[in-house]
């Protein structure tokens, strides 16, 4: 929107809104004796629309201007005697902000956000008894094919086998497969491969948890192979793999909380030291 029609949009509310004012100021809208300026009203206004529009939102932000005020005017007559209190809480708050904002840009300045494997592995040792699994890991594979298939004992065959290049060509049978996992070197939370396969049951998750080294699931349409190298229960400790995020999230926090007390013991050595912070002894 051209700034010839932000001010005939201007003219057009000012004058429908307020009518001519005495004093002849820049302001389109009072109440009480809060005011509206056109400047306000300029800055709120989105480039780019037809009159029609232009004019609807403008009217549309005096008047929620209007109510804004309104309701703030009511609210401070009746809430009369906590005025004071409010005062307090918005100064309080001023403070709290002002620091959080300097805190952060110290944070961001000065904080080493590196974590290196040593100071994971370091970390991890330390704390491992927080390190409590509150869920089922499993590390399997399995593979997913319809019953249909001609070649189900190749698949199987290949499935049993720990050689790579076995799973290598049944990998590149994928076309075949309805879906699958081959990395059973991973940590996989059991919910997670309960909620994917919605085909298994309590009975399967049980047999998953009991270790058992193959089975097969089968009906008339769809079977699956499950092998299960290895399961974490509940009340074991987390492997080291599966918490890595966690333990650098950890380790960055530790840092900024010392960060900031030796930030803030500087600046009260420095004040001391400046003779801009003094206790003074009773008298």
């Known amino acids: 929107m051209n700034k010839y029609l932000v001010c005939y949009v201007i003219v057009i509310i000012a004058l429908f809104s307020c009518g001519k004012r005495a004093n002849g100021d820049d302001s389109?809208?009072?109440?009480?004796?809060?005011?509206?300026y056109h400047e306000d009203l300029k800055n709120a206004l989105p480039a780019q629309l037809s009159e029609?529009?232009?004019?609807?939102?403008?009217?549309?932000?005096?008047?929620n201007w209007a109510k804004q005020q309104l309701l703030l005017k009511k609210a401070?007559?009746?809430?009369?005697?906590?005025l004071a209190e409010i005062d307090v809480l918005v100064d309080q708050y001023r403070r709290d902000l002002l620091i959080s904002k300097y805190k952060e840009a110290v944070i961001e300045q000065y904080l080493d956000t590196l974590a290196t494997s040593e100071d994971i592995d370091v970390f991890y040792e330390e704390n491992k008894e927080i390190f409590k699994l509150n869920e089922e890991l499993v590390k399997l594979k399995y593979i997913h094919f319809s019953s249909q298939v001609n070649n189900h004992d190749?698949?199987?065959?290949?499935?049993?086998?720990?050689?790579?290049?076995?799973?290598?060509?049944?990998k590149s049978?994928?076309?075949?497969?309805i879906s699958y996992n081959l990395n059973d070197s991973i940590w996989i939370?059991?919910?997670?491969?309960?909620?994917?396969i919605t085909s298994f049951t309590a009975k399967d998750r049980q047999r998953i948890l009991k270790r058992t080294a193959f089975f097969e699931k089968k009906d008339s349409l769809e079977v699956y192979l499950v092998a299960v190298k290895q399961v974490l229960k509940r009340g074991q400790t987390a492997p080291k793999s599966y918490v890595i995020p966690t333990v650098k999230q950890m380790i960055l926090h530790k840092r900024k909380l010392e960060l900031l007390k030796k930030i803030e013991?500087?600046?009260i050595e420095d004040a001391i030291t400046n003779k801009e912070y003094e206790i003074y002894e009773g008298k």
């Open 28 to 36: 389109i809208a009072r109440v009480y004796d809060a005011y509206l």
């Open 52 to 63: 029609t529009d232009s004019l609807l939102l403008a009217k549309n932000f005096i008047n």
């Open 76 to 82: 401070e007559i009746n809430v009369g005697d906590s």
């Open 154 to 170: 190749e698949f199987e065959e290949l499935f049993r086998s720990s050689k790579k290049e076995n799973l290598d060509s049944l």
């Open 173 to 177: 049978k994928e076309l075949q497969l």
């Open 189 to 196: 939370r059991l919910d997670d491969i309960m909620k994917k």
């Open 265 to 267: 013991e500087t600046l």
